[in-house]
């Protein structure tokens, strides 16, 4: 059974596309049924192009990326999430849709690398980039198919303390 994984933040255009390539890329490289997806509260429409290049210089495909809503994934027809993680303080701090299934939810913020000065932008990507990949391969090292939803929810609090 595949463990469903959405992760937000408010515009879907760097964090938190960053985090759904940075898990999916891994996880199929290891075998594991863990599928990422990306969505925003209030999505920009286009996808940072300096988050696009962050995943190829990781040697991440870039392909098929889209700035999204999250209501896509209150749907009927929507995949139903296991796991739901904000990582942006913005995205935290709304008041989200109801999910099926009542995922557990939890914050791993990151300051957003859009912000950085022109000059130090694609660094900063990177370093987001390296900061999100460590918690996304702690997530993967979980028995996320034997974890209750109360241990996964100790679980993903103490990665997001990492």
């Known amino acids: 059974m595949t463990t469903n994984v959405l992760i937000l933040c408010t515009h879907n255009s760097a964090r938190s596309v960053l985090s759904e390539g940075m898990l999916n890329h891994p996880a199929k490289k290891l075998g594991k049924g863990v599928r990422a997806y990306s969505a925003g509260s209030a999505p ?5 192009p300096t988050a696009l290049e962050a995943l190829q210089n990781a040697g991440v495909s870039s392909e098929g990326y889209r700035s999204k809503s999250w209501d896509e994934f209150t749907e009927a027809d929507a ?4 796991i ?6 913005s995205a935290a701090a709304e008041q989200c849709p109801y999910w099926p299934g009542s995922p557990v939810k939890v914050h791993w913020g ?3 690398p859009s912000n950085a000065p ?15 990949a460590y918690r996304m391969l702690q997530l ?23």
């Not at 739901?84 to 303080?89: A, F, H, L, P």
């Open 118 to 132: 022109e000059s130090d932008k694609k660094n900063a990507f990177e370093l987001t980039r390296q900061a999100i």
């Open 110 to 112: 990151y300051p957003d």
């Open 84 to 89: 739901v993680i904000t990582v942006c303080d």
């Open 140 to 162: 993967l090292q979980l028995p996320l198919e034997t974890m209750s939803n109360r241990e996964l929810q100790k679980a993903l609090t103490e990665i997001s303390q990492s």
């Open 79 to 82: 995949p139903e999430m296991r």
């Open 44 to 48: 920009s429409g286009r996808i940072n």
